[in-house]
């Protein structure tokens, strides 16, 4: 089970993510599919760089906006949606990891907001999604121990795994992973029937990519 803390639901009543569970998947290089259409992509952003800045796209604003309503820095702690399309504005290559990742920066950069894609074998018990508590720390993708107090982040039985800053190396996808967990972090402004859409538009590519089965469910 997947659940909100109630204190994100005070601070930001419209919060909503999305969650995909996906079954008996094989991650592995991005097929040229996928390659070529990221970078088809990749190209147009810079070329908006010209006349936009990472600001100025509307998922970012949003949720630059949640950050400082949950007392989060936005500038200091970015959201990973954010500091993806700087590096692209910047004229900065997004680096090819394996087909999970990539989904996931493909749709981050597309739409703005954060996502997290989990070893779903390595988390346990529930998760929920709330703000850090003291002690809350994890080594994080980029090699540093995150101090996750004060953060918004998904925690699961055994401590904080993932947050839309950056996520935990304990419960990364790589070749070996088979069940996957997905969080998407939509815009709070989203309706319902939009959010759903895109939700079904995510889970579409990745198993048309990975194979398997899924489902997903949104929470508020």
Known sequence: MIKLAEDIKKLVPSFKMGVILYHDIVIEESPQMLKGRFQLFLES???DALEKAAADHPGIQEWRQV????????????????????????????ALVNSAVDVNNFFSLQYGIPLGIYNADGVHGDVEIKIGDPGDQYEGLNGRLMNMEGKLLSADENGAFGSPIVDSKRTMTGEQVKNALQLVYLRPSMADDEAQKLLSAIEKMFVQIHGGSSDSYLIQ
Not at 69 to 84: F, H, I, Q, V
């Open 45 to 47: 952003l810079k070329l």
């Open 67 to 94: 950050f400082k309503k949950l007392s989060m820095d936005p500038s200091r702690y970015r959201p990973s949606s954010e500091a993806l399309l700087r590096r692209v504005y910047g004229g900065k290559d997004v």
